[in-house]
């Protein structure tokens, strides 16, 4: 979950105490859209290899289905080939750690986030979010990053 996001439904939605509290939640009865994002690759460089690669992963997932929903039009096509382009290309070497790698990822993700905006993702992730949520204990929580 982009950062810009979470804290924006804490604050809209003081229920929430902290940004775990969000995994597989979509913002609630208070929308909010943030006014600017930072995107810093460098703020991304010491997660864990495993976690930058599902959170790819998602991204690319993103880009996929925004490209696929009814919804779709010229605009936003643009926009999700372009992020498919970049997030396949920077991948691998996001999760190795190069700098040129975090530096395409975020792009590619925020490019994806742009064009699903204005048009929505699809079923995948509804049925993610749905996985995320199912859980026996806390222990044994399923992100949506790795469900999609």
Known sequence: MDTSKAI??????PEFEDVRSLEGVAPTKK???PIIAIV????MSSMPKGLTASTGM????????????????EMTDMFHLKAIELISKSLRAA????KEGREGMALGQYIAGMG???VG????HSMAHTA?????????HVPNTTTN
């Open 8 to 13: 924006g439904i804490i604050i809209a939605n």
């Open 31 to 33: 929308p909010c859209v």
């Open 40 to 43: 810093d690759p460098e703020m």
């Open 58 to 73: 998602d991204a690319l997932t993103h880009a996929i289905e925004g490209y696929t929903t009814k919804g779709a039009w």
């Open 95 to 98: 999760v190795a750690n190069e």
């Open 116 to 118: 699903f905006s204005n």
């Open 121 to 124: 993702l699809g079923i995948a």
């Open 132 to 140: 995320a949520r199912h859980r026996r204990s806390a222990s044994d």
